[in-house]
């Protein structure tokens, strides 16, 4: 099993970034898929989330109508569309895959929101 983050890096407010999570070792498809951050000091947060089908989706109210969660069952990969990126956007972004007691996380990639 394996989750693999890319996309983060260096960006200015109210910039944007596309976060992605290429998965392999496991049947995508069934698996609810989630975006979680944390930042130094602070507890993990979820920040989005989306079902196996990407039919439904959820957002944390810091991140509503700026973040876009989607997916590619195809491709095994979800995807973290990131815009009007703010310094408290700052964090390490973690994948997280979910199907019943089966639970397993990326290794991150950081985003860093600075001028």
């Known amino acids: 099993v394996q989750l693999v983050e890319s996309g983060g890096g260096l960006v200015q407010p109210g910039g944007s970034l596309r976060l992605s999570c290429a998965a392999s070792g496991f049947t995508f498809s069934v698996y609810a898929m989630s975006w979680f951050r944390q930042a130094p000091g602070q507890e993990r947060e979820l920040v989005a989330a989306?079902?196996?089908?990407?039919?439904?989706?959820n957002y944390a109210d810091a991140v509503k109508g700026r973040f876009t969660v989607s997916r590619d069952n195809a491709k095994k990969t979800v995807y973290l569309q990131m815009n009007s990126l703010k310094p408290e956007d700052t964090a390490g972004y973690y994948c997280?895959?979910?199907?019943?007691?089966?639970?397993?996380w990326g290794q991150g990639t950081q985003v860093t929101v600075s001028s």
């Open positions: 989306i079902t196996s089908a990407g039919g439904s989706t």
């Open positions: 997280n895959a979910r199907y019943g007691v089966n639970d397993h």
